[in-house]
């Protein structure tokens, strides 16, 4: 089993709104990553979390807030969002660290009035 | 600073025929290549990785080869069919374990 599962699948919020991605994997792999891709665009780096513990913030306004509440759940916090943080926003997980294969859910599309 | 560019950006063929995707990197230090496909709206749908000290890969029709001294990775797909019509990325990891993502080939089988 290579599932790596997201929801809610789709996402509507107001930009004075608080909202929460979630993440799951059940593949004993102890890294998980946020992606966030806009339209046309490849994926970009958020955070990753390695162990458990945020091993990498890629400069992500704290608007966003990550949360691994254990190794195989991820979440996303949002607040306070703006409308250009609208996208689809990709979970991923590997194995141990990112030299692995990283597996990916298959995302929750985002829109923020 | 890694670089992946990915050529062409879209690209039609008709049923049947045999293609190669090409990806370039700016840094020889890469510790593996990953390609992805993604179908619109989708997730990423991850197809072989190859590490740095291997030089191909291959699952059922896909073949992807590394040359690191060249700074170059290609995804061979044989008798292309309708369902391989997708977005096909490639992402190298250098030291740090980061994912640099190309901006990836729109590929259209038609029937």
């Known amino acids: 089993d290579t599932e790596v599962t997201q929801t809610p699948k789709h996402l509507v919020m107001g930009m004075t709104n608080k909202k929460s991605l979630k993440c799951e994997q059940h593949?004993?792999?102890?890294?998980m990553y946020w992606y966030k891709q806009k339209a046309k665009k490849p994926p970009e780096l958020m955070f990753v979390?390695?162990?458990?513990?945020?091993?990498i913030n890629e400069s992500v306004p704290s608007r966003f807030s990550p949360e691994c509440p254990n190794s195989s759940l991820l979440n996303l916090h949002l607040h306070a969002l703006q409308p250009e943080d609208s996208a689809l926003y990709l979970c991923a997980s590997s194995q141990g660290d990112s030299w692995d294969t990283q597996y990916f859910g298959p995302g929750t599309r985002l829109t923020v009035l | 600073k890694q670089e992946v560019t990915q050529i062409p950006a879209a690209l039609s063929v008709p049923e049947g025929e045999n293609l190669v995707l090409n990806c370039s990197f700016t840094?020889?230090?890469?510790?593996?290549l990953q390609w992805f496909r993604q179908d619109p709206g989708k997730g990423l749908t991850s197809l072989l990785l190859i590490q740095s000290s291997q030089r191909e890969q291959t699952s059922g029709r896909l073949n992807a080869s590394l040359d690191k001294s060249s700074g170059r990775s290609t995804l061979y797909i044989a008798a292309s069919q309708p369902g391989d019509s997708a977005t096909y990325l490639c992402a190298g990891s250098g030291n740090t374990g980061k994912l640099i993502f190309g901006q990836g080939t729109t590929l259209q089988v038609k029937p």
């Open positions: 593949m004993g792999h102890r890294a």
């Open positions: 979390y390695s162990y458990e513990k945020l091993s």
């Open positions: 840094d020889s230090a890469i510790y593996n």
